[in-house]
């Protein structure tokens, strides 16, 4: 009899996590601090998030990411759970999915849970479903792990509510970089639904971080913030495109994170959508970018201005493909410079840069101290001056590209 | 030449003392010697062992200030403690000697040994962090209501001390044991403590192991091989103690057929029931004039006339009474309403609403709109600046504004700033001078009033003052006329 169960089980596991390993997602941190030293309860949140194994795809471990269910009304050409398509389907109940969850937690496999679901019958019924298994969690289990829940656009105000007092993140994915394109490849999605269905949890967590006239503080709404996720390479958009749209989602609704996930193959394709071959390395070149955005005071203009027909140079990193369009700027005196230039030196990271500026303020920093701090001399030498290394001519030689781009390769004649 | 013995357990809070003693006698870095619980001697010229004066920490003498450090050494040293290089504590005690004379050291990242010691407490965390994540539990049964596990792991460095404390956070609710060579922690009851390592002991599989294995399997993208980057954040030597990597070798053998195949498949035909449910579930398509308040926001929803549906996170309906006797006209929504999804909310909105109240205007039973429905805005860094709309936009929206008027028929309408003032009598011009009268529209009787925003921008308290007056004066008309 056990075993039939634990049979039945593992199947239902095997068709939902492989339905669900598309979504990109995985952080678990930046949440509420939470413990169960008390004893009375399961888990832990502190601030930074484990990733607690990695698959040979190189993307980590963190949270069991699964779908409630992959049965779906939707028919998205993207998508391994399309209606259309003939996958193998199941259904986790609420306790099985509850139990899953804390026996892995319990194991240390796992930070918390990421659910995401197909819809089925109405996208109401599908995100109580969902709530349910988050309070089950919460109330009976007294589980204190990391909770990220897929929340459906079109679900009622009120389950969102749920929703986020429950779970640390919520998500809801926007898809394809434009609204022609989810138009065309998600005919049954609204991209103004999705924007309203961000903006609402915007709204709600600015609301939960106001403290009523009694200075009361009420109760934490999706402590981690909001993400999303775009597919890149499926429909026609260049990098331009893509990031003006991060820039926006950014801005728009204070994302937390917006993830690039490039198209790869899935079982049983869709006729609207030919397979490719991942496109890894743009995929990679669109997080570079995007960190430049949030963390280096990059513009996006500036990064897609030096990118020719508005797509990432694949062979060089952003920063290094805009420093070799202004060499102008350059070199840069180490000494002197201020932090805005000194993080747009390729090579730099910002905690290279915070280190120069602790320690140039007691005395002058000589090229072997930058090596001790963590720059990557090899693509920063060209860009720099400081004691005991100027560039020359470097910084103006023509081949200057040819020494980071990798080498030409020849083509197949057949 | 003086020897310090430091324990296995406790190593940390041994050394800081140690150290304090030391440099209270001034014993120069050269003459100390460092031992660690039972390791090999390593100074060949080491004179006879004298043991530290454990039980009792060095007090400082009479007349001699005990030894400062700069903010941020005891952090490091803590650290740095627990690596497993025998030269950690000299290469310590040598540093905090040095810091005496230049405390600036601290934060010099180019001096030679900071970087090597803060290489030294980098390796520490990350080997802590993987220990976080790497140990893994097995069933060991109940013992009085409490659950058992215990686990078997090999750390780098002696990372189980630090590191305990953060599973007692995390498994408050079960009693566990993690083995190790080095030091073994045990939970139980709620109470840790530290013993010494241990052999492996030999634990039972675990039925959730086959689970995870499952798991591991399927959520791995054999379109994506990342061998490296796997690897490098989770190195083989871990492997031997986590149940998923006995499969991993599987895995990246078939990775390549298995996506080849994929790319390969012929696409298949749609089961039979994917036809009905489609069916049902796309919506109905239309563009005549809604008939009802629900449909209408429906179709608002997917509205396309201009190009400020674009940047705008959602189009904003009105809201109200289908059959209030006012209808409310306003500019466009804010950064708020369109967050929201609401008409008014905002600034100006609240503003208004207590306006209203005084005027004895109730909100409830009048309908509010807006003559543009999408957020208009010029971006500036991460906040939204309004941007007025253009005659186009509001020719386009005004479609929407008609239908709203057919569906509501209010007896009046309040037209509130020059947008609205435009969209509904077609002029924009003058609208101060036209402000508290009635006009008659085509759409029926407007009164025009400012938009209630006007009042937020004037640069003085008096002003402002004196034109809420005004504004409440209209409302308060504009009240008796729709009582009348």
């Known amino acids: 009899m056990m075993n039939i169960m634990v049979m039945s089980l593992n199947k239902k596991l095997a068709i939902l996590s492989d339905a669900a390993r598309y979504d990109a997602s995985c952080a678990s941190s930046g949440t509420a601090r939470r413990d169960s030293r008390d004893g009375k309860g399961l888990g832990s949140t502190e601030g930074s998030g484990i990733c607690h194994a990695y698959a040979p795809d190189g993307r980590c471990i963190s949270l069991l990411k699964i779908l409630m269910t992959n049965f779906c009304i939707y028919d998205c050409a993207y998508c391994v759970n399309r209606v259309s398509s003939n996958t193998p389907r199941a259904r986790f109940s609420v306790e099985e999915v509850v139990h899953l969850t804390t026996e892995f937690y319990r194991r240390n496999y796992i930070e918390g849970l990421f659910l995401s679901s197909g819809i089925i019958r109405s996208p109401d019924k599908t995100m109580e479903d969902m709530v349910q298994i988050a309070r089950t969690l919460r109330e009976r289990e007294n589980f204190r792990g990391y909770i990220h829940l897929k929340t459906i656009p079109d679900a009622a105000p009120d389950l969102i509510e749920q929703a986020g007092l429950f779970a640390d993140r919520l998500s809801i994915n926007v898809e394809l970089p434009t609204d022609a394109a989810v138009q065309a490849y998600a005919p049954e999605k609204n991209p103004g639904t999705i924007r309203a269905a961000m903006g609402d949890v915007k709204a709600r967590r600015v609301a939960s971080k106001e403290r009523s006239h009694t200075g009361k503080r009420p109760p934490k709404f999706a402590p981690a913030g909001q993400s999303t996720q775009m597919i890149v390479g499926a429909d026609g958009s260049n990098d331009a495109t893509i990031l003006g749209q991060a820039t926006r989602l950014y801005g728009d609704f204070g994302l937390k994170r917006v993830y690039y996930s490039a198209f790869s193959p899935i079982p049983d394709a869709s006729r609207k959508l030919p397979l490719i071959k991942p496109p890894l390395a743009r995929e990679h070149r669109l997080y570079q970018a995007d960190w430049l955005l949030r963390f280096y005071g990059f513009d996006v203009d500036e990064i897609t201005g030096v990118a020719p027909g508005g797509n990432l140079d694949l062979d060089l990193d952003p920063k290094l493909a805009w420093a070799l369009a202004h060499r102008a700027l350059f070199p840069v005196d180490v000494q002197r410079a201020d932090r805005e230039m000194l993080l747009r030196v390729p090579g730099f990271g910002t905690r290279t840069v915070g280190r120069i500026l602790t320690t140039r303020r007691h005395r002058t920093l000589r090229y072997e101290d930058l090596q001790r701090m963590g720059a990557a001399l090899k693509k920063a030498r060209p860009f720099i001056t400081v004691r005991g290394w100027t560039p020359g001519a470097l910084t103006d030689s023509a081949d200057l590209r040819a020494r980071f781009a990798p080498p030409p390769e020849q083509l197949q004649l057949i | ?484």
């Open chain 2, 1 to 484: 030449m003086e020897t310090i013995h430091l324990p296995r357990i406790g190593t940390a809070q041994a050394w800081r003392d140690a150290a304090r003693g030391l440099m209270l006698r001034e014993v120069p870095p050269e003459d100390a010697l460092w031992r660690f619980a039972d390791e090999s001697q390593t100074d060949l010229f080491a004179c006879p062992v004298r043991a530290a004066n454990r039980a009792a920490p060095a007090r400082a003498p009479a007349g001699r200030t005990p030894p400062s450090v700069p903010k941020g050494f005891l952090d490091l040293a803590n650290t740095v403690v627990w690596h497993a290089d025998p030269e950690r504590f000299a290469r310590l005690y040598d540093f905090l000697c040095r810091l005496q004379d230049n405390p600036r050291l601290i934060s010099d990242r180019g001096d030679a040994d900071l970087a090597r010691l803060r290489t030294m407490e980098k390796n520490v965390r990350r080997c802590a962090h993987k220990m976080k994540a790497f140990v893994r539990f097995r069933d060991v049964g109940d013992a009085a209501g409490r659950r058992r596990f215990a686990a078997w792991f090999e750390p780098t460095h002696h990372t189980v001390e630090p590191t305990a404390p953060f599973f007692t956070r995390r498994f408050g609710d079960m009693d566990w044991i993690i083995a190790t060579p080095d030091v073994t922690a045990r939970f139980e009851d709620g109470r840790l403590t530290l013993e010494d390592g241990q052999p492996k002991p030999d634990l039972p599989e675990d039925g959730a192991e086959e689970l995870w294995g499952t798991y591991f399997r399927n959520i791995f993208n054999p379109a994506r091989l990342k061998v490296q980057a796997m690897c490098s954040e989770m190195p083989r030597k871990y492997w031997k103690n986590m149940p998923e990597a006995r499969h991993i070798p599987d895995l990246i053998a078939h990775a390549g057929e298995r996506a080849l195949e994929m790319q390969l498949a012929a696409p298949t035909l749609p089961p039979q029931r994917a036809e009905k449910i489609l069916k049902q579930a796309r919506m109905p398509q239309g563009c005549t004039m809604p008939q009802t308040q629900s449909g209408l926001t429906r179709e608002l929803r997917g509205c396309a006339r201009c190009p400020l549906h674009r940047d705008a996170t959602q189009a904003v309906p009105g809201e109200g009474p289908a059959d209030a006797r006012l209808m409310i006209v306003g500019e466009q929504p804010g950064d708020h309403e369109d967050l929201a999804g609401r008409p008014f909310v905002g600034p100006a909105g609240q503003l208004f609403d207590r306006v209203a109240g005084e005027a004895g205007l109730d909100r409830q039973a009048v309908y509010v709109t807006n003559a543009v429905k999408h957020f208009k805005f010029r971006r500036q860094g991460k906040r939204r600046l309004h941007q007025p709309p253009n005659r186009t936009e509001i020719e386009h929206c005004k479609w929407w504004l008609e239908a709203e008027i057919a569906l509501v028929k209010p007896k009046l309408i309040l037209s509130m700033g020059a947008t609205a003032l435009q969209s509904l009598t077609g002029r924009r011009e003058g609208l101060l001078k036209r402000r508290g009268r009635v006009e008659d529209t085509r759409h029926g009787r407007v009164f025009v009033t400012v938009h209630p925003s006007y009042l937020l921008r004037l640069p003085t308290a008096a002003l402002r003052e004196a034109e809420t007056v005004k504004f409440r004066d209209d409302l308060a008309q504009v009240t008796e006329m729709i009582a009348a």
